[in-house]
């Protein structure tokens, strides 16, 4: 695979190695912007809040705000049912 | 010599190519030690690269609450996402200070710890409730298992400081440290622990949220506090933060 990119690069080896280096710093950059800050708050590691069993972690972000703005005196995760 | 032999035989077929089961096999090992790799630069991202972001949001939150004050209004019900008050525990280190946002949504812990919205803001009767992460977005309370009771956690907020001390909630089952499930919300009951979320508090609560264990969102960590002082923030830090480096101020 990589010997195939490699083949396909233009240039002596300088611009191969130039475009190479270019190239894998693109998809780190990718992977930090795009893909990574996708992918973190899906996986188990860090979620730091308390919530009813009836919201899963990740859905709890969009359950909690409409919640709180109809009843700020007692939202719906506080309810005794969701505990 | 026959080794030398066979390795020719290997490397071309008849028609001068590698033959394709080769070719896969490299595919395949260059892809896993692709991953690999993907798999160690997604560690560095959560470990170090998402507290740089959460740097950056925190000096443009100190920023903005800082110029709010300076206008001398105290915004009732801040919008989700900005900072509300700052908050110092120095048992957590000399330097600890950290904006508070409003709302524990993803995108509001990204920026820093999250006031639980509809729980009691800062000095009022109830249960002031914060969650914060643990080990990633420059992890506020990794080493919140360190505080002990009579630990000062300061709140300080436009007008006021507010200092609370780490301990047992009277009247309660609230210990001042519970490992609990991430279901169990009645940690942030505006009285922690008691079944009836619609009794009136009587008592001024701060409440801390974590993952437990470190790395994992298995359980959560919760320290309870109470309200012992509050001051103008004319008069200068309380005596709880005597001698401590303040950051910021």
């Known amino acids: ?23 894998v710093a693109g998809l780190v950059v990718f992977l930090f ?34 919640a709180v703005r109809s009843a700020p005196t007692m939202p719906e995760w506080i309810a005794p049912n969701s505990a | 010599m026959s080794t030398e032999g066979s390795r020719e035989r290997f490397r071309v077929d008849r028609s001068g190519r590698r033959p394709a089961w080769r070719i896969a096999c490299r595919t395949l090992g260059e892809l896993l030690v692709t991953a690999g790799l993907v798999l160690l630069l997604f560690v560095a991202y959560e470990l170090w690269w998402t507290g740089l972001t959460t740097r950056h949001d925190q000096h443009k939150l100190v920023a903005a609450l800082r110029q709010e004050w300076a206008r001398g209004v105290t915004v009732k019900d801040p919008p989700v996402g900005s900072a509300l008050a700052i908050l110092r525990i120095p048992r957590l280190g000399r330097t600890f200070m950290f904006a508070v946002v409003q709302g524990t949504s993803t995108a509001d812990l990204i920026e820093g710890p999250g006031h639980y919205p509809g729980t009691a803001m800062p000095g009022q009767l109830g249960n002031f409730a914060i969650a914060g992460h643990r080990t990633t977005y420059l992890h506020p309370f990794y080493d919140i298992n360190e505080l002990q009771v009579g630990d000062p956690i300061v709140i300080q907020t436009r007008t006021t400081w507010f200092t609370y001390r780490v301990q047992n909630i009277p009247g309660t089952t609230a210990r001042h440290e519970e490992i609990v499930s991430p279901d169990d919300v009645a940690v942030a009951y505006p009285v922690p622990d008691q079944p009836d979320p619609g009794k009136p508090p009587t008592l001024r609560v701060l409440t801390l949220t974590s993952c437990n264990p470190r790395y994992s969102a298995a359980q959560r960590i919760v320290v309870h506090a109470l309200l012992v002082g ?20």
């Open chain 2, 230 to 249: 509050r001051q103008p923030t004319s008069e200068g830090p309380p005596p709880a933060l005597a001698g401590e480096r303040l950051r910021g101020l």
């Open chain 1, 1 to 23: 695979m990589y010997a195939w990119i490699w083949r396909r690069l233009p240039g002596g080896i300088a611009a191969k190695t130039l475009s190479a280096i270019v190239l």
């Open chain 1, 33 to 66: 912007l795009v893909v990574f800050p996708w992918l973190g708050p899906k996986l188990p590691f860090s979620h730091p809040t308390v919530h009813g069993r009836t919201a899963g972690a990740a859905s709890m972000s969009t359950r909690l705000g409409p």
